[in-house]
């Protein structure tokens, strides 16, 4: 996964995974490597929320 990926990018990315599994576009050859796709977005997407919940959090302390 690219390290300069924005949120919005990863977000982009997990609805189009999302969808091809959902419409049977994904092969059963595929399907793994898209869960491991989504679940490194999922992190990627998780790591960016806690650091802008921090960030916010030290604003707003001051």
């Given at each position: 996964?690219?390290?300069?990926?924005?949120?919005?990018?990863?977000?982009?990315?997990?609805e189009?995974?999302?969808?091809?599994?959902?419409?049977?576009?994904?092969?059963?050859?595929?399907?793994?490597?898209?869960?491991?796709?989504?679940?490194?977005?999922?992190?990627?997407?998780?790591?960016?929320?806690?650091?802008?919940?921090?960030?916010?959090?030290?604003?707003?302390?001051?």
């Amino acid at each position: 996964m690219d390290k300069k990926m924005t949120y919005e990018q990863a977000i982009k990315r997990l609805e189009q995974i999302v969808k091809q599994i959902e419409s049977g576009e994904t092969d059963i050859d595929s399907l793994t490597a898209n869960l491991k796709e989504a679940k490194c977005l999922v992190g990627f997407c998780k790591e960016k929320l806690t650091n802008v919940e921090t960030e916010v959090k030290k604003c707003l302390d001051l």
